[in-house]
């Protein structure tokens, strides 16, 4: 289960293209797992996305982040429930490592 704001939701899944795009504002909760990276921390992650041309940001707010990842789906931190009631956008760990190829 993702955890996305309803305005999302009810136009169709968002994919990490359409949020990841340059410039974009990322925030990173948890610590991630990839059979290819292994584990991953917050400070390798927020270099992935900076490599990438993103922005990574310590802190989640509606109006300075534009995207938050999380560790794994169905995530109920706080991060990710800030970003829901936010209306920020969320994609996993997953989907961003896909997206960074």
Same mark, same amino acid.
Do not use: Y
């Given at each position: 289960?993702?955890?996305?704001?309803?305005?999302?939701?009810?136009?169709?899944?968002? *994919?990490?293209?359409? &949020?990841?795009?340059?410039?974009?504002? &990322?925030?990173? %909760?948890?610590?991630?797992? %990839?059979? =290819?990276?292994?584990?991953?921390?917050?400070?390798?992650?927020?270099?992935?996305?900076?490599? =990438?041309?993103?922005?990574?940001?310590?802190?989640?707010?509606?109006? =300075?982040?534009?995207?938050?990842? &999380?560790?794994?789906?169905? %995530?109920? *931190?706080?991060?990710?429930?800030?970003?829901?009631? =936010?209306?920020?956008?969320?994609?996993?760990?997953?989907?961003?490592?896909?997206?960074?190829?």
């Amino acid at each position: 289960m993702r955890v996305l704001p309803e305005c999302f939701e009810a136009t169709g899944p968002i *994919s990490a293209a359409d &949020v990841l795009v340059p410039g974009a504002r &990322v925030c990173f %909760s948890g610590t991630a797992h %990839s059979p =290819r990276h292994g584990w991953l921390e917050k400070e390798q992650l927020h270099a992935m996305a900076e490599a =990438r041309g993103l922005r990574a940001v310590a802190t989640l707010t509606k109006t =300075r982040t534009d995207v938050l990842v &999380v560790a794994e789906a169905g %995530s109920q *931190s706080t991060k990710a429930k800030n970003a829901a009631r =936010r209306e920020n956008p969320v994609i996993t760990a997953e989907e961003f490592l896909e997206w960074v190829g």
